[in-house]
């Protein structure tokens, strides 16, 4: 028995971008829990020229199976847009600072981090679009990569069906942990 959702609220006005997101996973097998996650973010994004942008990011994450009780991280960024003359093509990169604090059973500890992200988007057709976002997120004890790759397709105005695999690897988790987690998700995104 697995549950999933995923919501994501965006909100554009004048020069500004706001996005929320919350991702949740719970799984069992036979009574037995194997898997529980959350994860949360928010940011605020300032398109400062036509290909220049700040962001600043705050983010959460409680998973019950990572050995960490929470990981929870604030970043600021400069980013720029690329392949703008492109027409059914974009690349958003950038690159920032920020502060992560982890908490486990055995260990708490704080650090500075760098963020490096970027967003690729291609519009393969009126109806088909191919994504991949990549993150790192380099501390001095453990650093995140996260990876998401996937399709989505318009089935309706607005109904998209959406294939993706996600991948997230810690270089330092508690021991008997694994350092690498992937999901594979089909969905149905709503949109209004």
């Given at each position: ?41 928010a940011r605020a994004r300032q398109n400062l020229s ?143």
């Amino acid at each position: 028995e697995t549950v999933n959702y995923s919501l994501v609220f965006d909100w554009i006005r004048n020069n500004w971008e706001y996005q929320a997101s919350s991702e949740g996973l719970r799984a069992s097998q036979d009574s037995d829990l194997t898997a529980q996650r959350l994860y949360h973010y928010a940011r605020a994004r300032q398109n400062l020229s036509e290909d220049s942008y700040w962001v600043s990011r705050i983010a959460y994450e409680d998973d019950r199976f990572s050995g960490y009780d929470y990981q929870a991280d604030a970043t600021v960024s400069y980013g720029r847009s690329l392949l703008q003359s492109i027409d059914n093509m974009s690349l958003d990169a950038d690159i920032g600072v920020g502060y992560r604090k982890s908490l486990s059973d055995e260990d708490e500890f704080n650090e500075a981090i760098i963020r490096l992200a970027g967003e690729y988007e291609w519009n393969v057709s009126d109806t088909a679009t191919f994504f991949q976002d990549l993150s790192i997120e380099a501390g001095e004890e453990t650093s995140i990569f996260r990876s998401a790759t996937g399709a989505e397709s318009q089935v309706l105005d607005s109904v998209v069906l959406r294939v993706s695999l996600e991948v997230k690897h810690q270089t330092e988790v508690p021991v008997d942990r694994k350092k690498t987690d992937t999901s594979t998700i089909i969905s149905l995104v709503w949109t209004f």
